[in-house]
Structures are given as C-alpha cells and as structure tokens.
C-alpha cells in the first residue's frame, strides 16, 4: 500500500480514539464492545500501523491454530531445524517464536510490530543454523548474552522459555516473543510460531489472537480430526470478514482418506465464501507424531514453502498480500467503528441516568431541608426548650448547642433518605451492578461529616456576628451594640434562621441589641451563609455517592470521536485509493 501521511495520521487518531474508548458499565453488550476494543487496537498497533509506515518490511506469516495441530513441527520444517518445541504435552507453544533471515532481524528485534512483547534474541547456530537439536538451542541461549540494541539476555526460566507453564512470559509476566535468524529461510520472510487458538491457559488463548492480529498472512493448521471443529472456523469468518491474505493446512491426514478428507473441507471452504484459499495437504507421518524428530520430510512442506517464498520474494505478490491484509482491516472499520460507537453511547447513557437517579434523589433532599428551615422544624426538643429558657436567662452557648445538633439531625434524615431513594432506583438497574456497593459504602459516615459542615458553618455565623457588631459601634446607639456578647448575637440570629414562626420575637431582640439596620443586614447575611453551607453539605454527600460512577470515566463525548475519526479515515483512504487508481492509469498508458 502506498503511505500516505495524512492517511496515517488519520489512522493514528482513530486509535488514540480506540484507546480512549471505555466499557466499565455491565450493561448487555458490554463485555463485546471491550473485547472489539482490545482487538482492534491490537490490530492498529501490532499490524495497520507498522505495515503503512513500513511497507517494505519482511512479509510475516504467523502459524496459527489448535492444540496438537502440528504448528510447531510445521514451522521447524519449514525452517529446516527445530526452532520450536514439538511435543505430546499440551499445551507446547509457550512464548512465541520468530523466525526470519538474519538480514532481516533489524526488522523485529526493535518494537515496530508487536511492541507490547519484549525481545528475546537467539544467535544464530554455527554452521547455517542446521544440525542442531533442541537441547543444543536452550544451551546456547542460556549462555548468550544480548547486545542487539539493549535486547533483553534469554534465560530459559526466566525469560518464560521452554520449562515456564505461563503464557510466554517471564518472572515479571510479562509476554516475550523468541526471535531466532537463520539463513535457511529467504529473505523477506518471516514466521511466527502462535500458541494455540483454543489452548487452556487464557494468557496462551489472548496472546494468540494478538499474534494473528499482526500478520500480513494467516496460515491456519488443522488436522484430519479436527478441520470442522468451531474455534478453527471462526478464526476463518474473521479472516473472511477482514478480507485477511490467508492459507490453511490441512495437516496428519491418512493416506487412505486424503482425497475424502481434502474434498470435504475444499467443500466446506467453498461453502463459507473462502473456496479461494489456497489449501495445502500434508499427509500423517511418522515424523508428526509428537514423539519424531520434529521435522518433517522436506517434500511435506515444499508446496507452502514455495508458496511463501514466492509472495515474499516478488515484490508484487509481497505487495499485494500485505496491501490486501490492511486495506482489509480499515475497510472492516466501517461495521466495527459504528459498533463501538455505539456501545460508548449505551454507557454515557447508563451514567447519566445513574447520575440523574442520584441528582433527583438530592434535590428532593435539598427541597425537603429549605422547606423544613423555613418551617422552624429545627426549634424542636432540646432546641426549643434552650429557647424559652434563653428568654429566662439561659445561656447562649447551650441554645447554639442544641440548634447545631438539630440541624445536623435534619441534614442526615434527609440524606439517609436520599442516599435509599438513589439506591432503590439503582437496584432496579442492571447498569448499577459494579458500583452500587461502593456507593453505599461511600455512604457510611455521613452523620460526622454533616456535623463537621454544620460546626464550621456555626463557627462562621459567631464570626458574622462579631463584625456586625463591630461595625454597629460606630453607628446610633453603637455604645450598646458594643457591649452585646458576638456569642448572644450569633445565638438569636440561628434561632431567627432555624426557627421560623416559632422565633419571631428571636429578630426583634436582635434589633434591640444591635440596632434594626444592623440586625437586617445581619440577618440578611446570616440567611445567605446558611443556604451556602446546606448546599455544600448536600452537594458533598451528593459527589461521595456519584463518586464511584465518576471513577469509571466514561467519557462523555467518546461516540462522536470515535465517528468522526471513522469519517476522516474513510476519506483520506478514498483519496489514496483515487491517487492510487490515477497512478495504475497512467503506467498503463505509459508502458
């Protein structure tokens, strides 16, 4: 494929808008839209990317397929000496496997493809890189000391070689490819040995897939017993659907059975649209059981061999399988972009109406406690006796005492009953599941941080009240307005606010104290900082219980990003595509 600048840079933007996507919620669909994400991103960063920005880079055709398919004795075959490890025990592929002509390392050993797996470089064996057994190849890459570009040293054990049961990682976990050269294996192409499709270790399953992702060709092994098994055949549907370049082998099929075995699956290829794949039939040898040498007979494998070799050596059919293998993925992007998009709408969807469940059930809150003020609901219990004893000369401290206590007891009913309202609708939605635990545990507490809120705001109003005071003195009658205790003042202007009706008389013996104009504009001031610190009480339990809904960063815009970045990719492909079209046009005519 020809690059084009602008059509890379609109491909980078599609990915960086790929990796912002985000699918926390657990909503129906869900778990597809993080699974699509990931393959697509593997994709974009393993493949697309590096082969538009690198398009004469070694052809690389990555092995894959199911347990015991004979992937690694293919390999070895075709390599012409055991590169990977063949074998009865399941499952054998561990960490992966490159192989390519040593011209060609400079290729793979930095991070150009597959760049979240970190190198392990083999040297290459004396004499060619033949005659050697397995046993000779772990003693040298035991031994070997990298120094390819700070390439990590291999270890056996850890660098997850032949003896680690994980899925091709080390101590640390973390995946490797085994990069071996050998001269045998013409420049220009490169295999790579997968772990397999449906292998029991999850990390083996995930790793494969990522593999598969990276390749120009797919080279599906399969056996005799199992060429209708259903993980092969959906690997071969998503290879239809990208329009991938792929090949298959039918391998370990009998003599006896090879026409009726090759026939069947010809037909069940043709069936599904792929009857056009070139299909490549090796016959069960001795040498495929696990237990053989590994290698197959040279003639086995020469078909695919030279199959390979010429697409990797004539610059046009190396073009056209790699051209064909991305152009494929960016048009799939035309199904699975909307399809992501879509799903990102589903989640902004779910949290605002989450949000929204928990903001309605905060402003009924809100409206509950401003109706409640106003009603004098406060100037209860404790807090009215400490009033009608103040007018008999009880102390102020007490009556600010009880009425602090009593609005802290108001603030925590009408949160304790919005915290059940928010959490009643939250059961009844399926998006909910994962966070309203965390919400209710963030709920916890909220009687003494409400009381902290209701302190500070006390604390503010005697402050309030001292500097009205202040500023009373230098006005008519300021000589006993200095006088008033800032402890007095504050004491009447909360049983003003929280009263009501009930402490009418509360106003009057303000204005007697400090003057009417001061006791107004008092009480005035008074009425706004409390409506602050009720908002700001409220708002703050509000923000604990969307606390957990926030933490999943959904973005809000995410849908239209990622279809606007699908709009600018299909543009700029059908302008290359055009350049391209006028370019063929013209060598025609000139040639």
Partial sequence: MDVRPRLLDALSVLRERVDAARFPLPLRGAARARRNRAELLAQLDDYVIPRLRSPQAPLLAVIGGSTGAGKSTLVNSLVGRRVSEAGVLRPTTRTPVLVCHPDDHRWFAGQRVLPQLTRVWVPGQDGGGHGEGMAGDRRVQGDAECDYDGEAEFDGDAAGGYGAQGGGGGESGMPMVRIETDPALPSGLALLDAPDIDSLVARNRELAAELICAADVWVLVTTAARYADAVPWHLLRTAKEYDVTLVTVLDRVPHQIVTDISGRYAEMLHHAGLGHVPRFTIPELPESAGGGSGLLPATAVAALRDWLERHAQDPAARAAAADRTASGVIASLRSRLPALASAAAAQHAAALRLTGRVEEAY???????????????????????????????????????????????????????????????????????????????????????????????????????????????????????????????????????????????????????????SALRLCDRGSRLLATYLERALDGERERRLAPLDQLAVPLDQQAELIAALSVLQREKEQVTEVERVERAERAVSG
Avoid: F, I, M, Y
Wanted: proline residues 3%.
């Fill in 363 to 517: 402003e009924r809150a809100a409206e509950r406690v401003r109706s409640e003020v106003a009603a004098g609901e406060v100037l209860a219990g404790d807090a009215r006796a400490h009033w009608r004893d103040h007018g008999s000369g009880g102390g102020p401290k007490e009556l600010l005492d009880a009425l602090t206590q009593g609005l802290t007891s108001l603030l925590a009913c009408a949160v304790d009953e919005a915290d059940e309202r928010a959490a009643e609708a939250w059961r009844r939605d399926p998006a909910a599941a994962e966070v309203a635990a965390t919400a209710a545990a963030g709920a916890a507490g909220a009687g003494e941080r409400l009381g902290v809120v209701v302190r500070r705001w006390r604390r503010c109003l005697e402050e309030l009240a001292e500097e009205e005071r202040d500023e009373a003195r230098s006005g008519p009658g300021g000589e006993r307005a200095g006088s008033v205790e800032p402890e007095e003042s504050a004491a009447l202007l909360a049983t003003a606010l929280l009263g009501g009706r009930r402490a009418r008389t509360a106003g009057e013996n303000l204005a007697e104290l400090l003057g009417a104009h």
